[in-house]
């Protein structure tokens, strides 16, 4: 079938997917924002398997009129940043709860809902609401990201003026069985100012979940986020992020069960002197499908960036990794590094990594490596000839590997909840 | 303590003979030196007690104070009491050594039904264990010998060999790669922990070693057997004449 007639299909199906669903009702600028990201999805098409970036990663359960029937989840542990000293927010099933919510008001911060910044007349979201989530376009047609434009319903819109010092964490409630979450958060970090986002949870029976961060000169945003144990749901996430000039973007994920999850972020980096990190360690057991999908643009001179990704697969698991640096002519003296590991814990787990280099200036150190690999033997008898349990031992030499990616995590107290977490689940793991 | 009988192994995979009939009596409280030239299978012997994957015994027996430990997994013989300080210790990233040794002194407590180490009692002994092998804080807080040099691996050894208090220590060429002052220190933290309980069997090419570890027996293996053994004096011929003379005796019978 040629090209022209695939395509042909692939919009026909796209509109008959999207026939019934109606965009929120907003101000007129926000609906002009909606509708117009409803038509390019129109003629861009909903992702299918055979495009070639989900070639690893089906997108029909996230693309699928109605999400898999997903019994609610319980959670019987702790909050994973309930430690941590923030202004907790929650959302239930995707919906803002303000009886489970702290007191938005900080120095610094302003801090309101979606629905209530695109039905404002006048809002400086208007600057903001989809310009990062276009720009991302341009690299790679991310449809499943339009989509949240048209039809987000809630979500957070953050102004931060100063640094910050307390976070905002978010914790997403699974409650219902069917719940199809999409959540968009809309964060501007002014000149100078700083911000920490924490995340914890996955939101729905299904989820897509799209966050656009703007960072001003010399801004910094720090984001730590936890995906859980809720394993029936399907969760697809995006970050958007514009990094201007002597700006920080820092990101890190933890994942463990998950039926399927993916994770896109679009860094655009803008501004001289800007730094970018973005780290994931993912924990996965038997049905598993997780797939971190990271492109960086690098548009100015001085920059770094980094991905470093880590995976522990086992009972069939499987890991995805898509990672790629493009350094634009002129932007001279970047540094960019990648690395992407997967550790198979067995033989039939799988990990699949594609990342790319694409670089039209001459004066840049760019590496990348992608390594996949089973246990060190060498280092398993060493623990265990000290009287560690091959199972223990497995389980620090697990740590071990996942320590590159966690060591991204700057904030100590943060870094250590998440480490806990994982000891945690590694342990709990055992018990089962 | 040790009895090996007539213990034959060969290498799973490429089924190459290598150890080919060691027998070897060590009593409790006895420190017993094993020398022989390069590949003559000291390593081997000390890996196979220990359980390392690899090699499969075909014949032959080692019992630890009457029990077989040959069958048992790596873990049970640690808990057991057997420990190999080894010829090239393991980095193992992103795991602090603290952490490490705190978890293989429960792992082993555990399997022998005593209590957990409290955080603070472990933390007293462990400082001043390392304190006395100048292992300082620093090291104790970084990932398992990772950038550790030669010389502090070794000690490392020697620090987790004290925590763990083991019935059969086996050292594997504990003195390469160390400097004087180091390998007095080493030998220090050995000699602490001689007790008529405990027997060691160091692996080692050279006197200077046995001058500050004082063996009472020295044996010397190759080709994969003992060919002989002795006193002290066994040690100081090797280091005057070599082994060829040994050598050739054992060959003409
Ligand atoms: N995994 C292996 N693969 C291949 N050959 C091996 C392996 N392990 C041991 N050997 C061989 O077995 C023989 C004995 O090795 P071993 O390490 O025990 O010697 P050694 O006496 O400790 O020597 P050295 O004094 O050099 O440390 C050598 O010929 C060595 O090459
Ligand atoms: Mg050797």
Redesign the interface.
């Known amino acids: 079938m040629s090209r022209a007639v695939l395509k042909q299909r692939k919009l026909e199906a796209t509109s008959e997917r999207l026939a019934g669903n109606d965009i929120p009702k907003g101000a007129a600028w926000a609906n002009d924002i909606r509708q117009d990201a409803l038509q390019r999805l129109l003629s861009m098409g909903l992702p299918q398997g055979r495009d070639e970036y989900w070639r690893w990663t089906s997108p029909s359960d996230l693309t699928a009129a109605q999400p898999k029937s997903c019994e609610p989840f319980v959670d019987d542990e702790e909050a994973v940043f309930a430690s941590i000293d923030a202004i907790n927010i929650t959302f239930v099933d995707g919906v803002f709860d303000q009886a489970q919510s702290d007191d938005r008001g900080a120095t610094g911060l302003e801090i309101g809902r979606l629905q209530d910044a695109l039905s404002a007349d006048i809002h400086w979201v208007k600057e903001n609401f989809s310009v990062l989530e276009k720009r991302a376009q341009d690299a790679v047609e991310r449809p499943l990201g339009v989509y949240n434009t048209a039809f987000a319903t809630d979500g957070l819109v953050i102004k931060v003026v100063d640094k910050v010092e307390k976070p905002v964490n978010i914790t997403y409630i699974h409650n219902d069985a069917t719940s199809d979450v999409v959540l968009r958060h809309i964060i501007k970090i002014e000149e100078g100012a700083s911000f920490t986002l924490l995340e914890t949870g996955a939101s729905g029976a299904r989820s897509n979940l799209a966050i656009e961060v703007d960072i001003a000169e010399g801004a910094a945003f720090n984001h730590i986020r936890t995906q859980g144990r809720d394993h029936e749901r399907t969760a697809l996430s995006h970050i958007f992020a514009s990094i201007a000039k002597e700006s920080t973007f820092k990101s890190f994920t933890l994942t463990a069960n998950g039926q399927l999850t993916r994770n896109e972020s679009f860094l655009d980096v803008n501004g001289d002197d800007a730094v970018a990190h973005i780290a994931g360690a993912c924990l996965g057991d038997g049905d598993f499908h997780h797939d971190d999908t990271v492109f960086i643009t690098h548009d100015a001179v001085n920059c770094e960036s980094r991905q470093v990704y880590k995976k522990v697969l086992r009972n069939g698991a499987k890991g995805i990794f898509q990672g790629k640096i493009l350094v634009k002519d002129g932007a001279q003296k970047t540094d960019g590094y990648q690395i992407s590991q997967g550790l198979l814990l067995d033989d039939d787990s799988q990990f699949l990594a594609k990342p790319e280099l694409e670089i039209y200036a001459d004066d840049v150190a760019c590496s990348h490596g992608s390594t996949v690999g089973a246990i060190d ?3 398993l ?10 199972e ?2 497995t389980d ?2 697990t ?6 990616a966690i ?1 991204e995590i700057e904030d100590e107290q943060i870094s250590n909840c998440i480490l806990e977490r994982l000891e945690m689940w590694l342990s709990k793991r055992k018990g089962a | 303590m040790l009895e090996i009988k007539n213990l034959h192994a060969e290498l799973e995979e490429e089924g190459k003979k290598i150890l080919k009939g060691v027998n070897l009596k060590v009593g409790a409280g006895e420190v017993h030196a094993i020398m022989g030239p390069n590949g003559s299978g000291k390593s081997t012997t000390s890996y196979v007690l ?4 690899g090699y499969e015994v075909t014949e032959g027996e080692a019992l630890l104070e009457g029990e077989n430990i040959l069958d048992m ?3 049970e ?3 057991a009491g057997v ?2 300080a ?1 010829q090239y ?7 602090g050594n603290m ?2 040794l705190r ?2 002194v429960n ?2 407590r555990k ?1 022998r039904g005593e209590d957990e180490l409290s955080a603070g009692d472990f933390l007293k002994e462990v400082r001043a264990k390392a304190k006395s092998l100048q292992i300082d804080a620093d090291m104790l807080k970084r ?1 398992v010998n990772v950038g550790f040099s030669g010389g502090e691996k070794k000690r490392n050894e020697i620090l ?1 060999m004290a925590m ?1 208090e083991p019935k059969l220590c086996i050292l594997d060429e504990t003195d390469s790669g160390l400097d004087v002052d180091a390998m007095k220190l080493v030998s220090e933290g050995v000699n602490a922990l001689r007790d008529e309980n405990r027997s060691f069997v160091v692996i080692t090419h050279y006197q200077r070693l046995l001058d500050h570890i004082k063996p009472d027996f020295v044996h010397i293996m190759y080709n994969g057997q003992i060919v002989k053994s002795g006193g002290p004096e066994l040690a100081l011929e090797v280091e005057n004449n070599g082994y060829s003379d040994l050598i050739a005796e054992v060959e003409a019978g």
């Open positions: 033997e060498q280092a008898f060493y623990l265990r000839s000290r009287g560690v349990s091959k223990d031992a620090l030499l740590l071990s590997f996942l320590a590159e060591e | 220990s359980g390392r994957d997994e790596p873990e013989r640690a808990a420990f190999l080894f210790p393991v980095e193992i990233p992103g795991v952490t490490f978890t293989a792992a082993q399997a990932p987790q763990l």
